[in-house]
């Protein structure tokens, strides 16, 4: 079946800018999850969606990051007045039960370059 | 708070080779454990997973991992690799008393000499 999609695959920013980063999970998944992986790292916490409420925000680096899913499904991630630190591979990740501690479906990531 | 180290950033063994991937983790209570793999300009995929029961977890592609609570590890392990299994390996540990939180470690790149 189709696992999670995200779109861009690549994104290139000038500083300032603001984008948008998609992700359709997998149909029926009730957690979703947005990770910031620097190069060499491993996937650092963002948020968390249990269906469309945002339940935890705590790994956002900024009031210049939001995020929403408001149906539940899709979800978007927007970083408004990019910065060169912002450049990094987001992923996105679904999970059918609710909770953080169990395994996680991923995306392929959007590799965001910001100039 | 509960965090997981993998010691080796980058590992080269020969084809056929057998490997074995360190992973340490810090936490009070039962943690629930996960190895994924990384290809290049891909997602994570899961390896496998434990949570309780036989410490000796088996998961895809010929991967095995071992639970030693004693030691706090849980190291991955192939018998013999394949040029295939080159790419970024990443434990992660769950909370099993705390749904709200996983961590995930640096990662440990493998290179598959031929």
């Known amino acids: 079946g189709a696992g999670v999609s995200q779109s861009p695959r690549y994104k290139v920013a000038k500083r300032g800018q603001d984008v948008a980063l998609r992700c359709d999970p997998i149909?029926?998944?009730?957690?979703l999850f947005w990770y910031q992986q620097a190069l060499g790292q491993g996937p650092e916490f963002l948020t968390y969606?249990?269906?469309?409420?945002?339940?935890?925000k705590s790994g956002l680096p900024s009031d210049r990051f939001f995020a929403e899913r408001p149906e539940g499904s899709v979800s978007t991630l927007k970083i408004q007045r990019t910065q060169q630190e912002d450049s990094a591979v987001y992923l996105c990740?679904?999970?059918?039960?609710?909770?953080?501690?169990?395994?996680?479906?991923f995306g392929p990531g959007t590799r965001l370059t910001v100039t | 708070a509960q965090s997981v180290t993998q010691p080796d950033i980058h590992i080269t063994v020969s084809e056929g080779a057998s490997l074995e991937l360190r992973c340490n983790y810090s936490?009070?209570?039962?943690?629930?454990l996960f190895w994924y793999v990384q290809s290049p300009g891909q997602g994570l995929q899961l390896l496998l997973k434990?949570?309780?029961?036989?410490?000796l977890v088996q998961g895809i592609k010929g991967f095995e991992a071992e639970f030693k609570r004693s030691q706090s590890s849980f190291n991955l392990r192939k018998p013999s690799v394949h040029w295939s299994d080159a790419a970024e390996y990443f434990c992660?540990?769950?909370?099993?008393?705390?749904?709200?939180?996983?961590?995930f470690g640096a990662g440990t790149r493998l290179t598959v000499k031929p």
């Open positions: 434990y949570f309780s029961g036989d410490t």
């Open positions: 990740a679904s999970s059918p039960w609710a909770g953080r501690n169990y395994e996680q479906y």
């Open positions: 936490y009070g209570a039962t943690p629930y």
């Open positions: 149909s029926g998944h009730v957690s």
């Open positions: 992660a540990v769950g909370a099993a008393s705390n749904n709200n939180d996983m961590r």
């Open positions: 969606f249990q269906n469309e409420a945002q339940l935890d």
